[in-house]
C-alpha cells in the first residue's frame, strides 16, 4: 500500500514587510500550475486581516490562530485528516501555510511537544525563511533554525525588493554555519515595480490571477500591455527559480492528489 507523504511548508516570519506573503503567493501558484497540485492553504498571517493576504488573493482560503495553545493542531489536521489516516492514495499532500510575525515562540513551544509523537507518520516540514537587505531578517531566519534545528528542512529566498546586500547570512561565521548544518537552498525573488505590487496587493490578485484577470477586475494599472507583459515576465523568471528546487519543496516528487 503506497502511503501519502504529508508536507507542511510555512514561512520563518519574524519580520513584516519582508515579502513572505508574496513568495507564498507565488509558490502557491507555482504548485498548482506547475505541479498540477491542490495544495491546502492557511493564512496564519492574523495581523493582516485585508489587503494582500493569502486568504483575501485565495478566496476561501481558512486564517487560523498558530498562536493558540493547540492553534497549530489545527494545522495537522488539515495536513492528516481522518481520510487519509488509512494511507490509501499515495502521492504527497502539501499544505501551504503563511504565518504572520510574532509566531515563532508558539510554533517551536508546538514542536517540542509534538515533534516526536510524529515520528513515523509520513509528515514533513519545510520553513522558507524570506532574506532581505535588513540585518533583521538573517537574524530570524538563524533564530528559527537554532530552535528548530534538525526537525525541519530551509528553503532560503533572497528578495531584491530592497537591494541585494544579503551579507550578514552568507560572510558572517554563525551565517555558515546556518548553511553547514541546514544545507539550505537558495533561490531568488526580483522587484517588483513598486505600482505593480500595490495594486496586486489592493485588488487581491497574484500575478497570475492579474495576468488573465478581466478588465475591470484588472483595474487601470494592471490591465494595460506593459504591465501583463512585465508580470509575465515575473512569473516566468520566479518560477523557473522553484523549479530548481522542486525537491526540497516536494520531496517525492509531487504525484498529484
Known amino acids: 500500500m503506497t502511503k501519502t507523504h504529508s508536507r507542511i511548508i510555512f514561512s520563518l516570519n519574524s519580520k513584516g514587510g519582508s515579502g513572505n506573503t508574496a513568495a507564498m503567493v507565488a509558490l502557491a501558484d507555482f504548485l498548482i500550475h506547475n505541479l498540477g497540485l491542490n ?21 476561501g482560503t481558512p486564517k487560523l490562530d498558530v498562536r493558540t495553545e493547540t492553534g497549530l493542531d489545527d494545522l495537522l489536521a488539515i495536513a492528516k485528516p481522518a ?36 515520528v513515523g507518520h509520513d509528515i514533513s516540514f519545510l520553513g522558507i525563511g524570506l532574506l532581505t537587505s535588513n540585518v533583521a531578517t538573517a537574524k530570524g531566519i538563524i533564530s528559527w533554525s537554532v530552535e ?9 529566498i533572497r528578495n531584491h525588493m530592497a537591494g541585494s546586500n544579503f551579507g550578514y547570512l552568507f560572510e558572517t561565521e554563525i551565517g555558515r554555519k546556518f548553511f553547514s548544518a541546514s544545507n539550505a537552498p537558495v533561490i531568488d525573488m526580483e522587484k517588483r515595480a513598486q505600482n505593480i505590487q500595490n495594486e496586486l496587493v489592493n485588488r487581491g490578485l497574484s500575478l497570475r490571477q492579474a495576468i488573465d484577470a478581466p478588465p475591470d477586475v484588472a ?28 525537491a526540497t519543496l516536494v520531496p517525492d516528487l509531487a504525484v498529484p492528489v
Request: proline share 2%.
Open 83 to 118: 481520510e487519509l489516516e488509512e494511507e490509501k492514495a499515495g502521492g504527497s499532500r502539501i499544505v501551504l501555510a503563511d504565518f504572520g510575525g510574532g509566531n515563532e515562540e508558539d510554533t517551536v513551544r508546538w514542536f517540542n511537544e509534538m515533534y516526536d509523537g510524529l
Open 219 to 246: 483595474g487601470p494599472v494592471l490591465g494595460t500591455f506593459a504591465a501583463r507583459v512585465r508580470m509575465r515576465g515575473y512569473v516566468a523568471r520566479l518560477e523557473e527559480q522553484f523549479a530548481t528546487v522542486t
Open 148 to 156: 528548530l534545528r534538525d526537525r525541519i528542512n530551509y528553503l532560503i
Open 39 to 59: 495544495p491546502k492553504l492557511v493564512d496564519c498571517d492574523l495581523a493582516n486581516k485585508t489587503f494582500g493576504s493569502l486568504s483575501h488573493i485565495f478566496k
